[in-house]
C-alpha cells in the first residue's frame, strides 16, 4: 500500500471522528442521552485521562499524559513512513494507519478542545466562547459518545463475585478514534502472519 492511500484512510478516520465530536460537543450536554436501540445509545461523555477513565495523578498529570501520546504518536508515524518505505505488506500499513489515525483524533481533543470549546456541564458547548475555553492548551478532554450495553441485569447469587450485583455489557463509552484504533490492533492481532512474514532463511 502506498503512503498515499495510507494518508487517504488516516484523513477519512479523522474526519468522521472529528465531525462525531463536534457535533456531540455543540449539540448536546454533559450526561445527555439518545436511545438509538436497546443495546446502542448516543451518550455524551469526557474523559480527561487514559483508557477507561485512568488518570496520572498530580498537578501536571494531564500534561505529562498528552505530551506523551504526542511522543507515542510520533512513534507510530514513524513506523507507518517505514513499512510504505520497506513496502511491507498492506494489511500493515492499512492497520498502523487505523492506529495512526485513532491516536491522532484523540490528540486533538486533549491538546484544543480545552481552548475551543467552554464546558459542557448542563449546557450545550460552543465554538470559541467568548469567555475562552474551559481549559488551557494540552488539558482538553477526549469526546466519547458510542455505548453499547449489549447486556444489562443482575447476576445470580452464585455467580462468583459479584453474584447479586447489576452487570452491564459492554460498559465503556468510546469514540471514533478508539474504534480504529482497536480494529487495527485486532486485524494485526487476526493477520499476524501476513502483516509480519517470517523471512526464509537462505541455506
Given at each position: 500500500?502506498?503512503?498515499?492511500?495510507?494518508?487517504?484512510?488516516?484523513?477519512?478516520?479523522?474526519?468522521i471522528?472529528?465531525?462525531?465530536?463536534?457535533?456531540?460537543?455543540?449539540?448536546?450536554?454533559?450526561?445527555?442521552?439518545?436511545?438509538?436501540?436497546?443495546?446502542?445509545?448516543?451518550?455524551?461523555?469526557?474523559?480527561?485521562?487514559?483508557?477507561?477513565?485512568?488518570k496520572?495523578?498530580?498537578?501536571?498529570?494531564?500534561?505529562?499524559?498528552?505530551?506523551?501520546?504526542?511522543?507515542?504518536?510520533?512513534?507510530?508515524?514513524?513506523?507507518?513512513?517505514?513499512?510504505?518505505?520497506?513496502?511491507?505488506?498492506?494489511?500493515?500499513?492499512?492497520?498502523?494507519?487505523?492506529?495512526?489515525?485513532?491516536?491522532?483524533?484523540?490528540?486533538?481533543?486533549?491538546?484544543?478542545?480545552?481552548?475551543?470549546?467552554?464546558?459542557?456541564?448542563?449546557?450545550?458547548?460552543?465554538?470559541?466562547?467568548?469567555?475562552?475555553?474551559?481549559?488551557?492548551?494540552?488539558?482538553?478532554?477526549?469526546?466519547?459518545?458510542?455505548?453499547?450495553?449489549?447486556?444489562?441485569?443482575?447476576?445470580?447469587?452464585?455467580?462468583?463475585?459479584?453474584?447479586?450485583?447489576?452487570f452491564?455489557?459492554?460498559?465503556?463509552?468510546?469514540?471514533?478514534a478508539?474504534?480504529?484504533?482497536s480494529?487495527?490492533?485486532?486485524?494485526?492481532?487476526?493477520?499476524?502472519?501476513?502483516?509480519?512474514?517470517?523471512?526464509?532463511?537462505?541455506?
Open positions: 500500500m502506498s503512503l498515499k492511500k495510507a494518508t487517504l484512510i488516516i484523513i477519512l478516520v479523522l474526519l471522528d472529528q465531525i462525531s465530536k463536534f457535533y456531540i460537543k455543540t449539540h448536546f450536554f454533559l450526561g445527555e442521552e439518545i436511545r438509538v436501540l436497546d443495546w446502542f445509545r448516543i451518550l455524551f461523555v469526557e474523559n480527561e485521562g487514559m483508557a477507561w477513565g485512568a496520572i495523578p498530580g498537578q501536571y498529570g494531564k500534561l505529562i499524559l498528552t505530551l506523551f501520546r504526542i511522543v507515542a504518536i510520533g512513534g507510530i508515524g514513524y513506523w507507518l513512513w517505514d513499512s510504505v518505505r520497506k513496502n511491507l505488506p498492506g494489511i500493515l500499513i492499512f492497520c498502523v494507519a487505523l492506529i495512526f489515525a485513532g491516536a491522532l483524533g484523540n490528540i486533538i481533543d486533549s491538546v484544543f478542545y480545552g481552548i475551543i470549546f467552554n464546558d459542557s456541564h448542563h449546557q450545550v458547548a460552543t465554538f470559541f466562547p467568548e469567555a475562552g475555553g474551559y481549559g488551557t492548551l494540552f488539558h482538553g478532554k477526549v469526546v466519547d459518545m458510542l455505548y453499547f450495553p449489549l447486556y444489562g441485569g443482575t447476576l445470580p447469587e452464585w455467580f462468583p463475585f459479584w453474584g447479586g450485583e447489576y452491564t455489557f459492554f460498559d465503556p463509552v468510546f469514540n471514533i478508539d474504534s480504529s484504533i480494529v487495527g490492533v485486532i486485524l494485526l492481532l487476526i493477520f499476524n502472519k501476513k502483516a509480519f512474514p517470517k523471512k526464509e532463511i537462505s541455506e
